[in-house]
C-alpha cells in the first residue's frame, strides 16, 4: 500500500515525554530558565493589538526576525555566556568573539526550528550520487534527514578520546568529493573543535561543496564559526533558539550563510511550504533576540551548573567529558548506562540513555537550574 521509499525510512527518536507522572526533566536538552519576560509581553501584545493577523498569512520571509536575528548576532559575536555586559540592557562580544564584519539580514534564513532547515540544506545541497561526510556519533537527525532524502552516508568513526578525526573527515570528502556536516559542539560527546581547526578543513575541504556546522550548542562555550563566513562562501552555520534562547517549545532555527546559499534553501523551501514561521513566533523571536542580555546570562547560569556538576561527578568516580554544550556525556565504572538511566528514573529524574554501539555505557544529562541539579546530586549519591 505505501510507496517503496518508506521501507528506507528510519524515524528519529526524541527524549522521552512522559505522560503520566511529573518527572525532573533533564533528557532532551531544553533550557531549564523560562523565556525573557520581554517575550512573552510581545505575544500578548501581538494578540491584543492586532487579533486578526492571526487569521492572515505572515510575512512568508520572515524579514522582521532576520533583521533581528542578523543585530543579535552582531551584538554577542555568536557565544552568549561569553558576551560583555554593555550600558543599559545591551552587551557586546568579548574579544575573541567579535567579527570582523556585519552579518546582513540577506545572509540569514529563517525556518520552524532547525530540524527543518537542516532538512532544507540536505535536500538543496547533498547528492544521491555521493556520501554525505560526518562523524559517527553525532547529532542522529543527520542519518534520518540522509535516509529521507535518499543520500549515501560515509560516518566516521571518533577518536579515542571522543574528538571528531578531522584527518579522516578531510580524507573521505576528498575521495568522494563530498560535503560535510557535524556539529560543533558535538552532540552527544559534549565537545568541540577551534574555529582555527574548522577553518583548516575549510581550506582543504572541496570548495564546490558545502560545509556544515551545526552550532546549536556553541552559546554555552564553543567557538562560534560565524566569522569565517566572510571568506568561504560554500559555509553554512546553523543555529536554533531551542537551546541558549529558551525556546524550544517555540520552533525557531535558522541557517548563517553566503545570500547565494540562503536563496538556494529559501528556494526548497517555497517549493515545500511557503509561509513557515507563524505571526506569533516571529514575534515572540524578534523580542528573543532584543533580549539577547537576558539569555546570556541564563547561558552563563547553565554554563556555572554544568562546571560544577562535572567536578561533582568526577570526585565520585565518574568518567565526564569536558563539555562546552548544555548537557554532560558520563559514565560510571561497573554500571550500564540503561542501569544509570533506570536508577534515575526511579527518583523522579529523567535523563537520556542511548542504545547505540559504542556510546551504550554512557548517559546524556542536560544541565538543570541550582535546584535541579542539587535534586539530581541527591540521587548520584545513593547510586
Not at 491584543?48 to 552582531?74: H, Q, R, T, V
Not at 563566513?229 to 525557531?252: D, H, P, Q, W
Request: overall charge neutral.
Amino acid at each position: 500500500m505505501t510507496a517503496e521509499r518508506m521501507k528506507n525510512l528510519h524515524p528519529y527518536v526524541p527524549g522521552e515525554q512522559p505522560k503520566d507522572r511529573k518527572y525532573i526533566k533533564l533528557n532532551a536538552n531544553e533550557n531549564p530558565y523560562p523565556p525573557s519576560p520581554e517575550v512573552i509581553k510581545a505575544i500578548k501584545k501581538a494578540v491584543k493589538k492586532s487579533p486578526e493577523k492571526i487569521g492572515l498569512y505572515p510575512d512568508p520571509d520572515s524579514n522582521e526576525l532576520k533583521d533581528a536575528i542578523a543585530d543579535m548576532l552582531n551584538c554577542c559575536g555568536g557565544v552568549l555566556c561569553r558576551s560583555v555586559p554593555c550600558s543599559g540592557k545591551k552587551i557586546m562580544p568579548s574579544s575573541s568573539d567579535a567579527l570582523p564584519f556585519k552579518i546582513t539580514p540577506d545572509m540569514i534564513y529563517a525556518g520552524n526550528g532547525s530540524d527543518e532547515v537542516l532538512s532544507f540544506i540536505f535536500y538543496a545541497f547533498f547528492d544521491s550520487d555521493r556520501p554525505v561526510v560526518l562523524p559517527e556519533h553525532t547529532y542522529s537527525f543527520y542519518p534520518v534527514y540522509a535516509g529521507f532524502y535518499g543520500i549515501p552516508m560515509e560516518k566516521i568513526p571518533l577518536n579515542g578520546d571522543w574528538t571528531l578525526n578531522k584527518e579522516k573527515i578531510l580524507e573521505k570528502a576528498l575521495e568522494y568529493d563530498s560535503g560535510i556536516i557535524f556539529a560543533n559542539p558535538n552532540a552527544p560527546t559534549t565537545l568541540g573543535i577551534s574555529k582555527e581547526e574548522v577553518k583548516s578543513l575549510l581550506e582543504k575541504s572541496p570548495k564546490d561543496k558545502v560545509f556544515v556546522v551545526d552550532e546549536a550548542y556553541v552559546d554555552f562555550g564553543g567557538e562560534s564559526c560565524l566569522s569565517l563566513l566572510e571568506n568561504y562562501k560554500n559555509l553554512i552555520i546553523v543555529r536554533t533558539f531551542s537551546k541558549s534562547l529558551c525556546g524550544a517549545g517555540m520552533r525557531l532555527g535558522y541557517a548563517v550563510a553566503s545570500p547565494e546559499l540562503i536563496n538556494y534553501i529559501t528556494t526548497v523551501k517555497n517549493c515545500l511550504n511557503h509561509f513557515p514561521i507563524d505571526y506569533l513566533s516571529q514575534k515572540a523571536g524578534i523580542a528573543a533576540c532584543e533580549s539577547a542580555w537576558y539569555y546570556a546570562e541564563c547561558a552563563k547560569s547553565v554554563a556555572f551548573e554544568r562546571d560544577e556538576f562535572i567536578d561533582f561527578l568526577r570526585e565520585r568516580g565518574w568518567y565526564v567529558l569536558d563539555s562546552q554544550t548544555n548537557f554532560v556525556f558520563c559514565k560510571k565504572e561497573g554500571l550500564s548506562g540503561e542501569d544509570i538511566y533506570k536508577k534515575i528514573k526511579q527518583e523522579g529524574i529523567l535523563v537520556r540513555h542511548f542504545n547505540t554501539s559504542g556510546i551504550e555505557d554512557y548517559i546524556r544529562i542536560t544541565v538543570g537550574t541550582s535546584l535541579q541539579m542539587a535534586s539530581l546530586k541527591k540521587v548520584i549519591e545513593k547510586i
